[in-house]
């Protein structure tokens, strides 16, 4: 066993990890050194093609020449200070292009922390604040959907419908309702009704879920639900966000806007810790008042607004501008859905794919992510779904090949078994 090898067995917890597999004295961990593009290279010179972006926040590729640029021209001034009381130019135009990527004008004000839970935190922290002090207290109940997935803070966990990611205890947090669909809305209790606070979803596909996909329509019409019950709609859009679907934002294909936006994972590239919440006027204007009032929003991080996360950002949106990321898409959307084709229960969304293996084994999505290195792809498994969630910068020919390596990791994975 190598040195780095031993000192990681022996000092390291590694996040949703088994770890007494991982510490097996014959277990050899993939480290990851270099890539480029859609390709990493692991410790011992292979190549793999990237193919769930790095856990989903990988977007332009790896080490590419203007997000690197932007980084270290940042550096070259200072790399962070507080954004409590304080400002900087790159939070400003971040903020400023943010906005102006949500079609309508509703959407104005971008509110900066660190990932795609406290982005949810921050939305739900907001959306019961707005109604304790604009005059409707008793609006104090979250509405969430059966299956969902929102982070893993405190607050973010008690709207999921995963139990386990939920921990050893599954009653915390906010006051949930959690509903299975629209339908269910319609039939709450006009007591409940009345003490929603927000509506909150994944537009369109439900990550955790097992890349679940929601009806066409189905967001349209939760829209128009909160609208005529005056409820915040929050879309959880930390997966979907940045072209993942086809569009820049997955509610552009309702024409949905909702009251608060949630982005995090591809907003820099992949390369930074970094979330954006954006919402409206209404709400922004509900926390304006006198100090002594307590109508501030008392809620932050260290690193919000960290000036080489806004400076990765910018770079990654000037990317999609002068790369036409965006113009590119329709084409590997098509090519991808064709690769996929016949897969066991093949289902896809924009650039993000998946396929379910139908057998009692619940160990079976890992193995066949497993056989899929031999082939050079990297990939998780969501339980038994294996997800094949590429960067957008993905040739045509890479995207064979990876449809390739999987079917051949199927293969293999699924004839031992017989």
């Known amino acids: 066993m190598d040195p780095l090898t031993s000192l990681d067995k022996k000092h390291l917890w590694h996040p949703f990890t088994p770890m007494r597999q991982w510490c ?47 980084i270290v021209e940042q550096l070259g001034k200072v790399a962070h200070t507080s954004f409590l009381g304080f400002t900087h130019e790159p ?19 971008a509110f900066f922390t660190d990932n795609g839970s406290t982005a949810i935190e921050s939305a739900v922290r907001m959306a019961l604040q707005y109604w304790k002090q604009n005059g409707r207290p008793q609006r104090d109940t979250l509405v969430a959907f059966d299956r969902a997935y929102h982070g893993d803070t405190l607050g973010a966990a008690s709207l999921g419908g995963i139990p386990i990611f939920k921990g050893s205890g599954n009653y915390f947090g906010y006051r949930v309702i959690t509903v299975a ?17 927000a509506v909150i979803i994944e537009p369109l596909i439900q990550g955790a879920a097992g890349m679940r996909l929601w009806p066409q329509g189905m967001l349209k019409r ?27 934002f997955a509610c552009e294909h309702e024409g949905v806007v909702p009251d ?5 994972k591809g907003i820099t590239g992949g390369y930074l810790p970094f979330a954006a919440t954006l919402t409206t006027e209404r709400v922004f204007e ?29 770079a990654s949106l000037r ?6 990321v965006l113009e590119q898409l329709p084409a590997k959307i098509a090519r991808l ?78 004839s031992r078994a017989a």
């Open 181 to 197: 669909g629209p339908d269910d809305l319609d039939l709450l209790a006009i007591d409940d009704r009345n003490r929603i606070a």
């Open 337 to 414: 859905g064709e690769v996929i084709d016949g897969l066991s229960e093949a289902r896809q969304c924009g650039m993000i794919a998946a396929m379910t293996v139908d057998t009692p084994d619940l160990s079976m999505g890992a193995k066949v992510c497993l056989a899929a290195r031999k082939h050079g792809l990297l990939t998780r498994p969501v339980g038994n779904t294996v997800v094949l969630m590429p960067p957008l910068c993905i040739t045509l020919d890479e995207i064979e090949r990876m449809a390739g390596a999987l079917r051949a990791a199927l293969a293999e994975a699924t």
């Open 91 to 109: 939070a400003v135009r971040l903020a400023k292009e943010l906005v102006d990527l949500v079609p309508g004008g509703k959407i104005t004000r």
């Open 319 to 324: 990317v999609f501008r002068d790369e036409r």
């Open 222 to 248: 939760l829209d128009a639900w909160c609208a005529a019950q005056d409820v915040f709609l929050i879309l959880d859009e930390v997966m979907t966000g940045f072209g993942r679907t086809g569009k820049m």
């Open 24 to 70: 097996a004295e014959d277990h050899v961990p993939l480290m990851l050194v270099e890539g480029r593009g859609c390709v990493l290279r692991d410790q011992f010179g292979n190549e793999y093609l990237d193919g769930n972006a790095s856990i989903w926040t990988n977007i332009h590729g790896h080490n590419h020449p203007v997000i690197n640029a932007a």
């Open 286 to 314: 509900g926390f304006l008042g006198e100090p002594h009032e307590g109508r501030t929003f008392f809620y932050g991080h260290s690193y919000a607004g960290s000036q080489i996360g806004c400076a990765a950002a910018l």
């Open 260 to 264: 608060f936006l949630c982005l995090a």
